[in-house]
């Protein structure tokens, strides 16, 4: 007897199995939806009553590849998907065809220089050198689209690293940015769980300027941290004029409902050095990043 007697798989996987079931032979009682093997009837998974398995399926999928791709934290980006590079910020000017439009146009055109430095960051924090196990720290995660997206994906890229797209399904037409990681480019149907997966292995984040979407991520995770749910990481705003334009927190604390202190969840920051050098000065005390 051996130990491969032992261990050996002795049900058949259920890949074999699923590829047995299509060769079924085509009778009235086979070609029944109700006779599909309920893992390959979508149209049994999509039923109203399958969300909770749904939720797990969305929950499970990345978490194992991320954990097979040894990632065991993020440098997680957020910010605009309509900010443009800088040598693209005339063209869309010119591009303007009404006063309303054009002024558009130069705002987002003065945020241009972002892109910049969220593509330095991210290409900073990817070369984090792999622990002598194998694991990964401050992989690069964005939301996959364009723009400062974009600028995190193709910074890691730029040094040769792996980099993470969370895309979401969306009613219009998007797709990944080309810089993210094929292996790594996901797809979420609900958004809870895309924003689980964007905090889960994160220990750094920058937000940039950006609209809704950043706003709801960016107070999820401070609300998180403010609550106690969540221990504190570095949250590296770029921005300050910008940000102090569209939300007034020193108002908030004066006010009331936040404390004085909650201010300090957030690291202003204007460049890619300046972040990563925050993030070090965050870490410095800290054990060495393990497994």
């Known amino acids: 007897m051996t130990k491969k007697d032992i261990e050996e798989r002795k049900f058949r996987p259920a890949s074999q199995e699923a590829a047995d079931a299509r060769k079924a032979i085509d009778t009235p009682q086979t070609s029944s939806s109700a006779y599909r093997l309920a893992f390959q009837d979508t149209e049994f998974l999509l039923r109203e009553d399958l969300r909770p398995v749904r939720f797990q399926l969305e929950l499970l999928k990345p978490q194992l590849l991320m954990d097979e791709a040894r990632i065991e934290s993020t440098f ?119 924003k689980m997966h964007f905090l889960l292995r994160a220990r750094a984040l920058a937000v940039f300027p950006g609209g809704f979407g950043t706003f709801d991520e960016m107070f999820e995770l401070l609300t998180l941290i403010q609550t106690g749910k969540m221990k504190p990481i570095p949250i590296l705003l770029f921005g300050k004029e910008f940000w102090n334009r569209v939300v007034d927190f020193e108002a908030l604390a004066d006010e009331g409902v936040i404390a004085p202190a909650d201010l300090n969840l957030i690291t202003w920051v204007e460049s890619a050095d300046e972040a990563w050098q925050a993030v070090q000065a965050f870490y410095e005390d800290s054990e060495p990043l393990g497994c």
């Open 76 to 194: 997680v980006f957020y910010g605009s998907a309509r900010i443009p590079e800088p040598d693209q910020v005339q063209a869309r000017i010119d591009a303007a065809t009404t006063p309303e439009q054009k002024r558009i146009a130069e705002n987002l055109g003065k945020k241009a220089h972002y892109y910049d430095e969220a593509r330095k960051l991210a290409s900073i924090a990817a070369q984090y050198p792999v622990n002598a196990a194998g694991c990964r720290h401050f992989v690069v995660c964005s939301g996959g689209g364009p723009s400062i997206m974009e600028a995190a994906n193709r910074g890691a890229a730029d040094v040769g690293q792996t980099t993470i797209g969370m895309n979401i399904v969306l009613p219009h037409e998007q797709a990944p940015n080309r810089f993210v990681t094929p292996e790594l480019s996901f797809q979420f149907h609900y958004f809870a769980l895309r």
